[in-house]
C-alpha cells in the first residue's frame, strides 16, 4: 500500500488524473455520470481548481428530475483528506466509514487526486487502472 519508495502518504496512492465537472454542470449529466457502475463520486471544481463539493450517488437518490445546475447537492465534511496523512490510517477510515473514495485537497482547498479504494478493500486504483477500464476518455 506505499510507494515504491516506501511513502505512506495519501499523496503516494491517489488518483493524479480523476474527472472533473465544473459548476454548472446538471443534475441530468450527473445521473448520466453515474450510470457508470465503477463512479462513485463527481467531484466539482471552480476555475482556478479549488474543489467545491463532492458528490456521491447516494446525494441523487429521490431528487425529482430537473436540468438545473447539481453543485449544490454535494457536500466536503467527510469526503476529503490532505495528501500528506498517513494512508493506511485513511484506508482504515474509509472502511469504517464504507467510503471508496475521497478527494485529495491541500490547505488551500486545491483538488490535488482522489484517493479511489478498490472493491476488496485491499489496495487503492490507480491512474492505469481508470484508463483501462476507460480507454480513450
Known amino acids: 500500500m506505499s510507494g515504491e519508495f516506501g511513502d ?12 472533473l465537472h465544473r459548476p454548472d454542470v446538471t443534475l441530468v449529466d450527473l445521473r448520466d455520470y453515474f450510470d457508470d457502475p465503477h463512479v462513485h463520486v463527481a467531484l466539482i471544481v471552480d476555475d482556478r481548481g479549488r ?20 453543485a449544490d447537492l454535494g457536500r466536503l465534511a467527510g469526503r ?6 498517513d494512508v493506511v490510517a485513511t484506508r ?3 472502511l469504517v466509514e464504507q467510503r471508496r473514495r475521497l478527494a485529495v485537497v ?9 484517493l479511489a479504494l478498490k472493491r476488496t478493500g485491499r489496495g487503492f486504483c490507480s491512474d ?7 480507454p480513450g476518455a
Open 8 to 19: 505512506t502518504s495519501v499523496a503516494a496512492a491517489m488518483l493524479r488524473e480523476p474527472r
Open 51 to 70: 474543489l467545491l463539493t463532492a458528490i456521491e450517488r447516494a446525494d441523487l437518490t429521490d431528487l425529482p428530475a430537473s436540468s438545473g445546475p447539481a
Open 80 to 85: 476529503t483528506v490532505a495528501p500528506e496523512a
Open 92 to 94: 482504515a477510515r474509509m
Open 106 to 114: 491541500d490547505g488551500s482547498g486545491a483538488l490535488l487526486g482522489l
Open 128 to 134: 492505469a487502472d481508470v484508463a483501462a477500464r476507460h
